[in-house]
């Protein structure tokens, strides 16, 4: 997987987490908070605002106001965001994802795609 493979990869999973969380709170009266919360993670997830400028805060929304939702966002997705996305991480989780960085860039240089599934998911049996 390179950088650009990441990065719509990065993208599809944001997106198929905001119309989850859209459909979860569909039922919602218009000006609940959450559902507010899910529009615009949904505004996001369809380019209509930016991924990186609005991304990290409706995250620490999502993580402080609701942290039983928390669980269900992709954890990937917060060393995707970086910046204070890194401190809803474990130090295990970010030396992980470090480590599949190290791995996509040393494909990368030979000129190989990682498949960045099975390097995961060997990572994580690993530790």
């Known amino acids: 997987m390179n950088d650009n493979q990441y990065m719509q990869h990065c993208r ?3 997106t198929d987490f905001a119309q989850t969380l859209e ?16 529009l615009a993670f949904c505004k996001v997830s369809t380019g209509e605002n930016d991924l990186y400028e609005h991304g ?23 060393w995707f965001l970086g910046g204070d996305c890194l401190h809803l991480m474990a130090d295990d989780e ?3 994802f470090q480590q ?16 960045f599934q099975a390097a995961r998911a060997k990572l994580i049996k690993s530790q």
Do not use: M
């Open 94 to 96: 970010i030396q992980q």
């Open 12 to 14: 599809v999973q944001f």
């Open 56 to 78: 990290p805060a409706l995250v620490d929304r999502l993580f402080t106001t609701y942290p039983d939702f928390a669980p269900t966002y992709p954890r990937e997705l917060l």
């Open 23 to 38: 459909a979860r709170t569909k039922a919602l009266p218009k000006g609940d908070p959450l559902r507010d919360l899910a």
């Open 100 to 115: 599949l960085d190290l791995l996509r860039e040393q494909a990368d240089s030979r000129g190989e795609v990682l498949d």
